[in-house]
């Protein structure tokens, strides 16, 4: 292990430089800037199971692992064979091709409330697609969302609400018109009372409700039984959908998705993440009958030009082989479950107070001593010495998720070395931050 010292980061801080002159702050998605957590970036150079090394040779057990895709580490065998093989054909049509047939057919023999599924290239593109889908089958507006959830970046999902049972939105960001935000509604998680009030206020001009089964968003929240319960019950009693965003938890959290290990009855889901094996991807579907709304066979519209892209349709279906074959998830369990004994150890021996929330091998530490179950009490937290503890893990070969507000990941990859390591860097980091 490394012993803690500031890292050379050289490579990185002069790639840095060189990006803020041509990047918006230097990155392709906010996120990795670590503003929030007041550093900069490394810029990586290669990654190889558990491990990823950045452009100076630091080496890190790597906890963020593309954000969520790399449920098999890095350079997986077969993925990479899967990836060279598609290329010896060709990257890109513009017509059908096998794969994606057989992507469509194993995703809904895996996820049980696949009918009809079509993929698409984000996550975002994927929840985009989905309400588009859901309001045309209903002929209704109105869209529910509950704070703390991201659904990607499409203008009427950047919308959280203040406090309070039943807000109509407002949007998160700039360039979003109030009116494109104000069909948006939205709730705090895990409120039954607020989703039920929200339908009766509004039930008739709602189109459906849309959530991460367990949320890794606001970092990671686990639903309640009676939300779960409101969620399969209310919206279907008023004629909504509800759209389960499995874009992170899909094939992380269980083979066949948060709605099995919830018993969670969504009539569409969304995909992304692992279903790419780190390429580019999304996936939505559901129910037939909603999902024969779609273009050409019904009269909405969604399209993509590299729409199940060859490259990562192969990517995804070899990712998909070896979960099938290998199950790695009561592995991956075991292992999640002891990194997270030993770093709730570690904090407590440091005398740091920390409430980790955990599912499968999604993770976050969250600096408070309050129980997070929304995004009120995850807003407890105290971020700053979040970022204290993650430049100290940093500086030990630890490479966390640069917010309080984000899941940490484990890979299949990821073993009792790995494990160790990241557990003796948090002794240190917690003694020391
Ligand atoms: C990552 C994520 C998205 C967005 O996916 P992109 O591929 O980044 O567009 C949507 N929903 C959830 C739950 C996610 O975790």
């Not at 970036?41 to 040779?57: E, I, L, S």
């Not at 588009?132 to 209704?140: I, K, P």
């Not at 790419?276 to 939505?284: R, T």
Request: hydrophobic letters at 45%; a negative charge.
């Amino acid at each position: 292990m490394n012993d803690g010292k500031e890292l050379c980061m050289d490579r990185s801080e002069a790639l840095m430089a060189r990006a803020l002159e041509s990047i918006p702050g230097g990155v392709n998605s906010p996120v990795r800037a670590l503003r929030s957590v007041g550093g900069g970036p490394f810029f990586a150079a290669g990654g190889d199971g558990a491990w990823v090394v950045d452009v100076d040779g630091n080496r890190y057990v790597d906890l963020i692992l593309s954000w969520g895709p790399l449920v098999l580490g890095h350079r997986h065998p077969e993925v990479v064979a899967a990836i060279r093989a598609a290329l010896d054909h060709g990257m890109s049509y513009g017509a059908p091709t096998e794969g994606e047939v057989e992507m469509a057919e194993t995703l809904r023999r895996l996820m049980p409330g696949l009918e009809q599924v079509r993929l698409v290239n984000s996550g975002t593109e994927a929840t985009m697609s989905a309400v588009r889908v859901a309001r045309g089958f209903t002929g209704r507006s109105k869209l529910v969302k509950f704070e703390g959830c991201y659904h990607g970046h499409a203008d009427f999902l950047l919308v959280k609400a203040g406090s309070g049972a039943l807000t109509f939105g407002a949007p998160d960001s700039a360039g979003v018109p109030a009116e494109f935000a104000a069909h948006t509604i939205t709730l705090p998680y895990n409120d039954p009372a607020a989703l039920e009030k929200a339908f009766q206020e509004a039930g008739g001009q709602i189109a459906a409700v849309i959530v991460e089964p367990y949320v890794g968003n606001m970092g990671v929240v686990t639903p309640t039984p009676a939300f779960v319960a409101a969620l399969n019950d209310i919206p279907r009693r008023h004629g909504a959908l509800l759209i389960c965003d499995e874009v992170m938890t899909g094939f992380r959290v269980a083979l066949h998705g948060a709605q099995s290990l919830l018993g969670l009855q969504p009539d569409l889901t969304c995909l992304g993440k692992i279903i790419g094996g780190g390429l580019p991807v999304g996936a939505y579907g559901g129910r037939r009958e909603v999902m024969q709304m779609v273009s050409p066979v019904g009269p909405v519209y969604q399209a993509g030009t590299l729409s199940g892209n060859p490259l990562s349709v192969a990517a995804g279906l070899a990712t998909l082989r070896v979960l099938q074959a290998t199950d790695p998830y009561p592995a991956i369990e075991r292992n999640s479950a002891t990194l997270c004994d030993g770093l709730a150890a570690a904090a407590a021996a440091a005398g740091v107070t920390v409430t980790i929330n955990r599912i499968g091998s999604m993770f976050t530490v969250f600096f408070t001593g309050t129980p997070v179950t929304d995004l009120e009490s995850a807003k407890t937290s105290d971020t700053k010495a979040f970022g204290r503890w993650f430049h100290r893990m940093r500086n030990l070969g630890v490479s966390l998720p640069p917010s309080q507000f984000e899941a940490a990941f484990l890979s299949a990859a990821h073993g009792p070395a790995e494990i160790d390591h990241v557990v003796q860097a948090a002794r240190e980091a917690f003694r020391t931050m």
